[in-house]
């Protein structure tokens, strides 16, 4: 996801009031926002480092 689609996306969120969090924690392109059951989801406009988990 670039910049353009990061910012639309902050868009949506705040057209439909969905409460979020970010970008913070030194991550520029993060945001968090609650699940229907409450939990945590980062949404991240960056690659992850690549992880192994086999």
């Given at each position: 996801?670039?910049?353009?689609?990061f910012?639309?996306?902050r868009g949506?969120?705040?057209?439909?009031?969905?409460?979020?969090?970010g970008?913070?924690?030194?991550?520029?392109?993060?945001?968090?926002?609650?699940?229907?059951?409450?939990?945590?989801?980062?949404?991240?406009?960056?690659?992850?480092?690549?992880?192994?988990?086999?």
């Amino acid at each position: 996801m670039g910049p353009k689609e990061f910012e639309a996306l902050r868009g949506r969120l705040d057209e439909r009031e969905i409460p979020y969090r970010g970008p913070d924690l030194g991550v520029r392109n993060s945001v968090y926002v609650r699940d229907p059951d409450g939990l945590q989801v980062e949404l991240l406009s960056a690659a992850l480092l690549d992880m192994d988990f086999d």
